[in-house]
């Protein structure tokens, strides 16, 4: 067993390198025009909550169901399964096939398939739907992470890293999350935790490749930190309608006060400080919570910029977003070798999961 430059050991002696991304949205939907034209009726023109979703920071949003043709709050929770299943086989081959493409590889070459998902149920899942629309090996490994929230893209990467390091073979992790499918009655503006998280959340798919020992960016650490006693700021309750998101005001200042603890944790056993971070990938999960991350940790404008770009360009797709913030950083500058990069979601617990990841040629 061989160790890492900082005398982590490798199982398997491989590293665990991230070759390639991709992502699918489904048609864009202007922030403004999703007030305007679908709730500012339903909320009698509130101006507490026009305020909400014209100043989340914001301007396009994708989803699957348009809110301005069809409101889903009176489907039951079987309709919307059925419709996920559909709409996100489609997006979340779209993005596997991306991401595969922007690694040179093909979906028979891939030992493990990582689907990670809060939005919906199927079995037989869309790991086993989607590995046959690719033509993967019908011997392809399978995993789905459930349920974790906006933070579980994390979780998912680090457990297709550890298949890479341990078996010398790619795999491909995927987040569809597909928040349009969810939405609940909203006549009342003094409930303004579905007033945000209709103002919030959209759709996407983001896929990533991993592969062994090839140039891209290794992962070489995950964690993950709970704070005792705070379930109840954030919730996702499967409910007869749907699934219903329960999210108090005060999770992004309780986050804020993990930042610098959870950031020292991750990047001070591999001799790195923050100065040293070369890129940020902060999940955008609003845009107070990209506002807090930053204060915390005296990030520049410049370093925020693509957490703040997806948001506006995206909104919060859940588990996919970290990953197109990631692309995004890659996108936006050539990282040199040996730079580091940390990318942070936060989701229900409260949790904080942060990954450590390294350039290379």
């Known amino acids: 067993m061989s160790g890492t430059q900082d005398g982590r050991p490798l199982v398997g002696g491989h590293r665990a390198m991230i070759t390639g991304h991709g992502q699918a949205v489904p048609e864009p939907v202007a922030q403004k025009e999703i007030w305007e034209d679908a709730f500012a009726g339903q909320l009698n023109g509130d101006r507490v909550a026009r305020q909400i979703f014209l100043r989340a920071g914001i301007t396009t949003r994708h989803a699957v169901v348009d809110p301005r043709e069809t409101d889903v709050s009176g489907w039951s929770t079987g309709d919307r399964m059925r419709r996920y299943v559909t709409e996100g086989r489609k997006l979340g081959g779209a993005a596997v096939t991306a991401a595969l493409a922007d690694a040179g590889r093909t979906a028979?070459?891939?030992?493990?398939?990582?689907?990670?998902?809060c939005t919906g149920y199927a079995t037989p899942g869309l790991d086993i739907k989607i590995a046959e629309d690719l033509g993967m090996d019908p011997g392809v490994r399978r995993l789905i992470v459930g349920h974790m929230g906006c933070y579980a893209a994390i979780p998912g990467l680090n457990a297709a890293a550890d298949f890479v390091r341990a078996q010398g073979l790619p795999a491909v992790m995927l987040c569809v999350e597909l928040t349009s499918l969810h939405r609940q009655p909203s006549n009342d503006p003094s409930d303004l935790q579905t007033v945000v998280s209709h103002a919030l959340f959209a759709d996407a798919a983001a896929a990533v490749v991993l592969e062994p020992d090839a140039p891209g960016l290794e992962l070489l650490h995950t964690t993950a930190a709970t704070v005792p006693g705070t379930e109840e700021l954030m919730t996702w309750d499967v409910t007869a309608h749907g699934f219903r998101m329960g999210l108090s005001p005060k999770v992004p200042d309780v986050l804020a006060g993990q930042v610098e603890e959870a950031t020292a944790e991750l990047i001070t056993p591999f001799g790195y400080s923050v100065g040293d971070v070369a890129g940020w990938a902060v999940h955008p999960g609003g845009r107070r919570i990209v506002e807090v991350v930053a204060e915390r940790l005296k990030l520049s404008d410049d370093q925020a910029a693509a957490?703040?770009?997806?948001?506006?360009?995206?909104?919060?797709c859940s588990s996919a977003t970290v990953l197109m913030v990631l692309a995004r950083i890659r996108e936006q500058r050539r990282l040199q070798a040996g730079e580091p990069v940390v990318a942070m979601a936060f989701g229900p617990g409260l949790t904080l999961c942060s990954a450590l990841l390294r350039t290379a040629r």
């Open 108 to 117: 028979d070459e891939i030992g493990l398939f990582v689907v990670v998902s």
């Open 307 to 316: 957490s703040r770009e997806i948001l506006d360009r995206y909104g919060n």
